[in-house]
């Protein structure tokens, strides 16, 4: 992200910093409101519904034409972006037995560590052919696709604090 808006905009390194800095404050931030939002509509619902705004964020900046609406996008995206960790985890927890948390949480971990490892390299290369953006193209739509697969999935498998017993 730092490199595509240098590239594009001529972002000086201060103003970068700036701005990931409000993105870290309002991602942390973010932690703390899903546990609220996750207790009115459900772990994944709150995964799901504050993840796709997200990603439909991070897919309409490569379009912007000027600074001001991508930092908005990006302050919008850091929002909403990682609503889903504290949810997932909780979700995965809830959903395995006790002596499966361990290889649950590890499972879950693995990918996500394995894609960070490998976007900095895929995505340089992506902006070295093309200032376009198709990083944040790429990744915006992937994500959709994994929230559309999570919530067709895990949708009716409930945690025990969702399930509503009968009258």
């Not at 973010?30 to 439909?56: C, D, E, W």
């Not at 900046?61 to 909403?80: D, E, Q, W």
């Not at 498998?157 to 009258?167: A, F, K």
Request: hydrophobic content about 55%; aromatic content about 8%.
């Amino acid at each position: 992200m730092a490199l595509w808006l240098f590239q594009r905009f001529g972002l000086s390194l201060p103003a970068t910093g700036a701005i990931f800095f409000l993105t870290g404050i309002l991602s942390g931030g973010s932690y703390l409101v899903a546990v609220q939002i996750s207790k009115r509509i459900g772990l994944v619902n709150t995964m799901v519904f504050t993840h796709l705004p997200s990603s439909l964020c991070l897919l309409l900046i490569p379009f912007m034409s000027s600074l001001g609406p991508v930092i908005a996008l990006l302050l919008i995206r850091s929002a909403l972006s990682q609503m889903d960790v504290p949810t997932r985890t909780s979700y995965v927890m809830a959903v395995v037995s006790p002596g499966e948390r361990a290889a649950a949480a590890g499972v879950t971990a693995v990918p996500r560590s394995l894609a960070a490892a490998a976007s900095p390299m895929l995505a340089g290369s992506l902006l070295a052919m093309s200032g376009f953006g198709w990083p944040l193209l790429i990744a915006g739509a992937l994500k959709i696709v994994y929230d559309m697969l999570l919530l067709a999935m895990f949708r009716k498998v409930r945690p025990p604090e969702e399930r509503r017993e009968g009258p």
